[in-house]
């Protein structure tokens, strides 16, 4: 199979390929490449759950089993959701390494390059997913066995973070400029790696990567905000998963639980508070942001599948909305304002496209709520509050208001139990769980 030429990415299940006699030749390592872009589509499944349901954002709608501890802030070491995320995320993993020591049978130069590119990005998106998740994780830069105990317990954030850079500093060389839509590509591993140095707060490393990006001109908004979503594979697109409609191996079911829950299933609904701190003026996103339907329902991933359960709805990793909005707040590098004209320019984009006011002066309240509203629903609002220091302060607030309480323990997912009983005592549980 051929897949470098192919406008869609072909995501037959290559996903039990054994290492025996297998990796001979360069179709059979792209095969294994492929095989990661397959465990990934196993990540979003419930990724709204950890991140916009513990948010500000989201509820469930009958607010039972599993998926209320996560809108009450009581989620439980025995949670299905979080040790389905860390094994998925962690599958991921296995699969970027196992390319990664097998890359001595490519003979072409570029394409060897290329798989090392796209395996250390999905490896680096993975580790990053977890140690946002979880803090301190077990680093996996090589395959390993049951009895490579020295793998099983966690590292600190700060050494789990510099590994994911040196991933994407690496891919970033090593990735082609162009590649066929759900295949990661240099602009991906930019964007990555600019939200990763975000996070550790090195703003002047994140705007040199992100300027680059964005002067590349690879990227662009798109003038209608619905398109986003519903025209698939656009050029706003860095980096998506693919799903397809009504294929029991490439499809979803997170757009039915968003949008067609049924009478007491339902999750992702979306919150008083975010309702209370939209502006009704911005019409440009309201069709989307809310299901036209049910203005209880997220709107940006209604499917048209035949099988409300097959949805084929991709799942949006990195756009350049994100992108330019990453630049500014680069730019404003911690502060609580900038007038800089870089800075504006990159904020006054976004808020256009939604036909609203250009902005003279940023704030970081400012960036935030522009964040809030542009990415809505889209697994950044966590994680953008605990990067710009305030998510004590604003979920603490939005908890009162729903009779709940948030600690700084709730700022970190507990320890999959199940995944510290296999590890020996390796994993030691997050403080407060």
């Not at 001979?24 to 792209?30: D, L, R, S």
């Not at 990159?346 to 704030?363: G, H």
């Not at 966590?382 to 710009?388: E, Q």
């Not at 939005?398 to 997912?413: K, M, N, Q, V, W």
């Amino acid at each position: 199979m051929i897949f470098g030429c192919q406008d869609q990415l072909d995501l037959a299940p290559e996903s039990a390929i054994g290492e025996n006699g297998f990796y001979q030749n360069t179709a059979q390592v792209e095969a294994a490449v492929i095989a990661i872009y397959d465990g990934l589509q196993n990540v979003p499944l419930r990724e709204f759950a950890l991140t916009e349901m513990r948010s500000d954002n989201t509820r469930t709608k009958s607010r039972e089993g599993d998926w209320a501890q996560f809108e009450s802030l009581d989620v439980r070491p025995t949670n299905l959701a979080i040790g389905d995320y860390w094994s998925a995320n962690y599958n991921v993993i296995f699969r970027a390494n196992r390319v990664l020591e097998n890359l001595d049978v490519v003979e072409e130069a570029e394409l060897r390059s290329q798989f090392e590119g796209e395996a250390r990005f999905a490896r680096a998106l993975s580790h990053f997913n977890l140690t946002r998740a979880f803090g301190g994780v077990p680093i996996l830069d090589r395959v390993i066995i049951p009895t490579d105990t020295e793998f099983f317990g966690q590292r600190e954030q700060s050494a789990v973070l510099a590994a994911i850079e040196s991933d994407l500093t690496s891919a970033v060389e090593l990735l082609p400029a162009d590649m066929p839509f759900g295949r990661a590509e240099k602009g991906a591993a930019q964007a990555l790696l600019g939200k990763v140095q975000l996070t550790q707060g090195n703003y002047s490393g994140a705007e040199t990567v992100l300027n680059g990006l964005i002067a590349s001109g690879t990227y662009a908004l798109l003038d209608n905000y619905h398109d986003v979503f519903y025209s698939e594979g656009n050029d706003e697109i860095v980096f998506a998963i693919p799903y397809f409609d009504d294929d029991a191996n490439e499809s979803q079911d997170f757009s039915f639980e968003m949008t067609a829950g049924g009478v007491r299933a339902g999750l992702n609904y979306i919150t008083d508070d975010f309702n209370a701190n939209y502006n009704p003026d911005e019409t440009i996103r309201t069709g989307t942001l809310y299901s036209p339907t049910n203005p209880d329902e997220v709107g940006k991933f209604i499917t048209v599948s035949s099988d409300a359960r097959l949805c084929g709805n991709d799942w949006i990793v990195l756009r350049h909305a994100d992108v330019l909005l990453m630049y500014a707040e680069a730019i404003m590098a911690g502060g609580a304002s900038t007038t800089d004209s870089r800075a504006l320019d990159a904020f006054n984009q976004v808020r256009t496209r939604a036909d609203m006011s250009e902005a003279t002066e940023l704030t970081k309240e400012m960036l935030l709520k522009e964040r809030r509203t542009e990415l809505a629903f889209e697994n950044h609002r966590f994680y953008d509050l605990v990067r710009f220091g305030v998510a004590e302060e604003v979920l603490g607030a939005f908890a009162t208001s729903i009779g709940e309480t948030f600690t700084p323990r709730d700022l970190l997912l507990p320890i999959p139990q199940k995944e510290i009983n296999v590890s020996g005592g390796a994993l030691t549980q997050n403080p407060g769980y």
